[in-house]
């Protein structure tokens, strides 16, 4: 006992050993092994590890892989952008001019989404479905004479389901951003006469735009990686690059070209990751040459502006 | 009679917003219900058929068992090693300190795919068995992020010199680490608990990368949906919703009562 306590690196090798020793077996590791695995080929139904690019040359030659992976992407922005789109208004909403039980309301939207991830996709297949629940609205109220059967099994209905599946990654972050905005600082602006949507743009959107990066982020990360909503509600058009990586290792023999797919997947996916973070910087950046030519509003601080408005 | 309408659209607005969010939601539970197996308008209710039904799914049921061994053993590893590293990254300075807490959350930043499909490399290539430990490693090592960050929140709220105080008055490391730091963290190790077993029941992506012969629920329901949609999936996911809701809302009693006595 005496000599951990004299000796603190000892501590230090105590608390953090186990974590670390996981980490490099379950974390690293296993990317190393995807790593080699891509640069391996399949020869006589065994593994030759013979360090060839050719899985890449295939994966890039080929516009069934490239297409999908354009296409990941581009849907990936379209879900973050409406998942964000969708969780700015509420979570303004609950913040700004719900007065009573806030709490109560963002429970009430968690709750929404607490929902399983496959259990919300089989929801809106049952919405969806050729004889399902919006098919029989639509016929017995008269809209629809047969049940249609473009509702579901389309790129559409993927978004769709996605943005759903991906309101809780932007949605809590917004929410927990917006929380700390000042009330009063909203209120400065409107006593200096700035109508509503300047207030939201130049005051409260510079204070939650970390939230709003993270959640964008998580949401396209969410879209990206996503293989089952394309295979569940999808046509095969709406194919993305995680059905194709999974679907590697379950036919055949094709696990080198999966790792190759799963790598390109991890730069990605990585790049996208640091993207706030570069965002931030450019932006401080920017904002600090602004203020230093003009004034530097955290040095001309008057004082408490009004007393602070009671948030609820 | 500008701003009534705006309030009003507001309104309308917000209603929309919250319909989407539960459509989901309440259609599953709804049709749990439901007496036929066609699941359209209108649903004919009320039946709990369903529900006797997915019990006596042998295959559902096997899976929801694999499903609870399988959350809770992750859940245990992932706060045995997770806390003590959180507390570490709490109290030491070292170089690469943010590099490693960065890569513990990376598995749960990254798609589930890419740890699932990493992980199954280095089995396909060190030609393991794939086994219902192979599915608690993935979800062990998703987990750990959860309590490191919840670790990390926490500790950031707290007041260090609490610790130096009782050390002052004579507390060696293990009393004060039982009286002082324990009840602190106390609540927030119970909520990644809670939270690790929720994610962890409903974990699909890497599961379907290492599962075995022995599937996990969601596995199951993945495979059934595969083949069509069946009523029995709704009963046991609004099983499921029901059971984590009520867990967290006792935690959440349980939690501003821990809170309160501070």
Do not use: C
């Amino acid at each position: 006992m005496s000599a951990i306590r004299r000796h603190r690196w000892l501590q230090a090798l105590l608390l953090f050993g186990p974590a670390a020793i996981w980490a490099a077996a379950f974390i690293v590791f296993p990317v190393v092994e995807a790593v080699k695995m891509s640069l391996s080929q399949i020869e006589y139904y065994h593994l030759v590890h013979d360090w060839t690019l050719k899985n890449f040359e295939t994966f890039f030659s080929n516009p069934l892989y490239t297409d999908a992976l354009v296409r990941s992407a581009v849907r990936g922005l379209i879900v973050a952008a409406a998942a964000v789109a969708i969780s700015l208004p509420l979570a303004h909403f609950i913040s700004f001019r719900v007065k009573r039980h806030q709490f109560v309301w963002f429970a009430g939207v968690v709750v929404a989404l607490w929902l399983g991830y496959l259990l919300r996709i089989v929801g809106w297949r049952i919405l969806l479905g050729n004889d399902g629940v919006l098919n029989g609205l639509l016929t017995s109220v008269g809209i629809l004479s047969h049940p249609t059967r473009v509702l579901v099994f389309n790129p559409f209905a993927v978004i769709l389901v996605q943005t759903h599946l991906a309101m809780s990654f932007t949605f809590i972050p917004i929410f927990v951003v917006m929380q700390r905005v000042p009330h009063r600082l909203m209120q400065a602006a409107s006593d200096l006469g700035a109508p509503r949507w300047r207030q939201i743009l130049e005051v409260e959107l510079p204070l939650i735009a970390p939230g709003v990066a993270v959640g964008f982020t998580f949401a396209f990360v969410l879209s990206f990686g996503d293989y089952f909503a394309p295979q569940l509600v999808g046509d095969p058009g709406s194919v993305g690059i995680a059905n194709l990586a999974s679907s590697q290792f379950e036919h055949g023999l094709a696990w080198p070209l999966g790792a190759a797919i799963g790598v390109v997947m991890i730069v990605a996916v990585l790049a996208v990751l640091m993207l706030p973070a570069v965002l931030m910087w450019i932006y401080r950046r920017v904002i600090g040459i602004r203020s230093r030519r003009g004034a530097d509003p955290a040095q001309v601080n008057p004082g408490p502006l009004v007393e602070e408005v009671p948030a609820s | 009679m500008r701003a009534r309408l705006g309030s009003l659209g507001v309104g309308v607005g917000i209603g929309l917003i919250l319909l989407f969010l539960y459509i989901p939601a309440v259609i599953v539970a709804v049709y749990s219900l439901n007496k036929g197996a066609v699941m359209s308008w209108p649903p004919e209710l009320l039946s709990f058929h369903w529900y006797s039904k997915a019990f006596a799914n042998e295959a559902m049921m096997e899976g929801l068992k694999n499903s609870v061994i399988v959350a809770l053993v992750s859940v245990s590893i992932a706060v045995l090693l997770g806390v003590p590293a959180g507390l570490g990254v709490d109290r030491f300075q070292f170089f690469g300190k943010t590099a490693f807490q960065r890569l513990l959350m990376l598995p749960f930043l990254m798609p589930g795919l890419i740890s699932g499909l990493t992980l199954l490399t280095v089995i396909l290539d060190f030609q393991l068995e794939l086994s219902l430990m192979t599915v608690i490693i993935a979800h062990a090592t998703m987990l750990i992020a959860i309590v490191v960050i919840q670790m990390a929140v926490v500790l950031d709220r707290w007041d260090r010199s609490l610790e130096l105080a009782a050390q002052d008055l004579g507390a060696n490391e293990i009393r004060t680490f039982f009286y002082v730091t324990w009840p602190n963290i106390r609540a927030a190790i119970v909520g990644a608990s809670l939270l690790g077993i929720a994610i962890s029941l409903d974990e699909t992506a890497r599961t379907a990368f290492v599962v075995g012969e022995s599937d996990t629920l969601p596995i199951v329901v993945l495979s059934s949906l595969r083949r069509t949609l069946t009523p029995e999936i709704n009963a046991i996911g609004t099983l499921v919703l029901v059971i984590s809701l009520v867990g967290v809302i006792i935690w959440s009693k349980f939690g501003a009562a821990d809170l309160a006595r501070e």
